[in-house]
Nanobody
Framework: QVTLVESGGGSVQAGGSLRLSCVVS?????????MAWYRQAPRKEREGVAA???????RYADSVKGRFTISKDTRKKTLYLDMNNLKPEDTAMYYC????????????????????WGQGTQVTVSS
């Protein structure tokens, strides 16, 4: 059983920063597999934000390139998302997800490919 727990969300003004964390417990290989951050705003579909593959490959959504950074701490089994220069359009519930398999750069933003999800953490950016 794999459990993912996100934290770090909150309310900030535009231009501010937040760091999201996702602690993984359970089946260890889930942590060394593809890991990704997704977000879902009200009345919108869930979308991929950033992904980190088992081969170290990284992918970002165009809307967050240059502002968000995905990373992980292997010892702490924690995935991070550093978000800078936040914009009101970044407001959403943010989820982390993991799935074992081949390097995921090509499929990391296909939500139905992921078998394990956290409960989400809310990010609200005001103008």
């Amino acid at each position: 059983q794999v459990t993912l727990v996100e934290s770090g969300g909150g309310s900030v003004q535009a231009g501010g920063s937040l760091r999201l964390s996702c602690v993984v417990s359970g089946y260890y290989e889930a942590y060394t597999s593809c890991m990704a951050w997704y977000r879902q705003a009200p009345r919108k579909e869930r979308e991929g934000v950033a992904a980190l593959g088992s081969d170290g490959g990284i992918r970002y959504a165009d809307s967050v390139k240059g502002r968000f950074t995905i990373s992980k701490d292997t010892r702490k089994k924690t995935l991070y998302l550093d978000m800078n220069n936040l914009k009101p359009e970044d407001t959403a519930m943010y989820y982390c997800a993991t799935q074992s398999g081949p390097p995921c750069r090509e499929w990391a933003f296909e939500a139905d490919r992921f078998g394990y999800w956290g409960q989400g953490t809310q990010v609200t950016v005001s103008s």
